[in-house]
């Protein structure tokens, strides 16, 4: 033992007498606590989730990117191993050669014993038939009461002959970070599939639509978790699992779910009426970054700043204007501007409401009454712009502007009734182009006021420096649709 000195013939001895310890085998491992609450949620919850199933006369719709019905890349091993379990039409949602009939599978969960069901819209979308799996193995045809494409919820209908278990809602506002969670499911087409994970972060815009809000897990969910709830350790449904982001086509720990707080209303709404109504002001809005902040005279980011205001809207008959900043809505502070649209959306509407708003370096109060929200008709796509060609151009806000010109309405696509200053170059790597700006754009007001000459925006500039200001807010038009940046002052 010489050769390894006093301290190493002690770890040795140590050691010897570690690999002299048999470990406990698997049997004789004590269940911990935490393991039977696991297993005892398993146990009550599984049968209030059912497996989902459609067919319809053609090929299905390939699924929305992000879901877990689209993760499933050609060709992989699980698509094969699909093949053998499903038959020659593969894994549900494959890439598969098309067959008279398609089959789509994925998950919900009872929310009424008399046979209401909750589930994604897309795991139901173009369905001819609809058939609901239970625990127990029994089936039955479903029938579609309501959905929203919005949201992707939708809500159906089973005639069972005796009352069935129902989950109950939860909270899920009250969620936080850390928090354990059961995600139960049909995933792959294994049902009655129970995974545990935390939440990973909470109010994740994935920018799938105007009202992203989700609950982020690492709970395994995979193709067939979509509609499928996820309960809180109180056994409760917090969240709908919706999506998935997944490079390589299964599970990689980040999943998304509609929080309870947003799915509970429209199911509500679905149930009742078989349709959602949401509320509407008609003012378009943006993120209120720091700088816009500094700009505008706000102690730091917040609110939502309205871009622009449809005309005859609520938002116009209450005289708000673009660049004024919301703070508050019904007496509720609006933090981060994507509260504002939920806000908006969950007030029914002839309801009147009152907003407090920034402008002019203080705040102002605004009535206004909400109305319905219709669907506008898509805006067709625009051609892409002819390059231009170098116009006499002014230095401003490091931009190159120029006055609006026939040629250069031509050279862009512009419209004969816009007016404004056109960008003509944005430097590489400079602020305006990390604000996403782009030669076309038109520079149309500086703060409040209009501009129709690059003389004007230097002016204003200028004038903004001189006031001690870091940057100037700039509101900026690019077909048909405005929004406001900061732009920093040049310093000398």
Known sequence: MRFFGARGAISAALLTLLLSVSPPSRAEAPETPFAEVFAQLAARLVGVVVNISTTQATAATPPAKGTPEAQ???????????????????????????????????SGFIIDPSGIVVTNNHVIANAEQITVTFADDTTLQAEVIGRDAVTDLALLKVEPKTPLAAAAWGDSTKTKVGDWVLAI????????TVTSGIISATARDIHSGPYDDFLQTDASINRGNSGGPMFNL????????????????????????????????????????GKVERGWIGARIQPVTDEIAEAVGLDKGRGAMIAAVDPGSPAAQAKLQPGDVILTYDGKQIDRSRQLPRLVADTPPETPIKLTMWRDGKEQEVDLKIAALSL????????????????????????????????????????????????????????????????????????????????????????????????????????????????????S
């Open 72 to 106: 499933l890349p050609p060709g992989s091993p699980l698509d094969e191993f699909f093949r053998d379990f499903f038959g020659e039409k593969g894994a549900p949602g494959g890439t598969n050669p098309p067959t008279p009939r398609a089959a789509s599978l994925g």
């Open 185 to 192: 499911g049909n995933p792959f087409g294994l049902g009655g």
């Open 234 to 273: 109180a056994g409760e449904v917090i969240g709908i699992n919706t999506a998935i982001f997944s490079p390589s086509g299964g599970s990689i720990g980040i999943g998304f779910a509609i929080p309870s707080a947003l799915a509970r209303p429209i199911v509500e709404q679905l149930k009742a009426t």
């Open 376 to 491: 506008n008709r898509p805006v067709p796509p625009q051609p892409e712009p002819e390059k231009p060609k170098p116009p006499p151009s002014v230095d401003a806000l490091g931009l190159k502007l120029s006055k609006l010109s026939p040629d250069l309405r031509k050279q862009f696509s512009l419209p004969d009734a816009v007016k404004g200053v056109v960008i003509t170059e944005v430097p590489q790597n400079s602020p305006a182009a990390a604000q996403a700006l782009r030669p076309g754009d038109l520079v149309i007001a500086v703060g409040h006021e209009a501009v129709s000459a690059p003389e004007e925006v230097q002016q204003k500039a200028a004038a903004a420096k001189k006031n001690g200001r870091k940057n100037v807010l700039v509101r900026v038009e690019r077909e048909g649709n405005s929004r406001f940046v900061a732009l920093p002052l040049e310093t």
